[in-house]
């Protein structure tokens, strides 16, 4: 529930943040349009930290600010802004500062791509696990942290288990399963 409410609450700012942009005439409507959909585009990305890349645009000309780890990844921004349709323009001013990702995977955060990919897998392995008649899906947990998923709660037999183990090895980009699932009678 927490990830759900910090997903609508970067939503909403952006939405919001595009919305104060047009109200005092800092530019156009497409300029928020573009300011809003850069934000977007930089929290679903992986490499980067919409947190860390202030934008801002005035009359197609998109201002780039704030801190990123690398050479690349100021580059990149860069040229994810030059790919919005309206973009006449980009003044990248994003400075290279190490471990400066604030978003970034720690033990306990993740970016909000990283994120998204993670809830994404999550939702494919949970869906293989209700479809298939020889899992009982509602009684298995699902987790992903980066490409590898943790199965977890109880199941009838060890048929099951390694069922449900291959059906999320078979799934996207998985590349690690830990089947922590538990074989009961009462499965």
Aim: charged fraction near 25%.
């Amino acid at each position: 529930m927490k990830r759900y409410l910090a997903v609508m609450a970067l939503v909403l700012t952006t939405s919001l943040g595009a919305m104060q942009a047009f109200g005092e005439d800092k530019g156009t409507p497409k300029d928020a349009w573009i300011t809003g959909k850069l934000e977007a585009t930089y929290a679903f990305n992986r490499h980067l930290s919409a947190f860390d890349i202030h934008t801002d645009t005035t009359n197609g000309v998109v201002h780039l600010t704030g801190a990123v780890e690398s050479d690349i990844d100021r580059d990149l921004a860069g040229e994810i802004a030059k790919g919005v349709d309206g973009v006449t323009s980009v003044k990248n001013d994003l400075t290279i500062k190490p471990g400066a990702r604030s978003a970034k995977t720690e033990s306990s955060q993740r970016t909000f791509g990283t994120f998204v990919d993670d809830a994404t897998t999550t939702a494919m392995v949970k869906t293989k696990l209700l479809a298939n008649p020889n899992t009982k899906g509602l009684k298995i947990d699902v987790d992903t942290r980066g490409d590898v998923v943790t199965l977890s709660g109880s199941v009838s037999s060890a048929e099951e288990k390694q069922l449900a183990e291959e059906l999320a090895r078979n799934t996207g980009d998985v590349k690690q399963v830990k089947n922590q699932l538990v074989v009961s009678k009462a499965g």
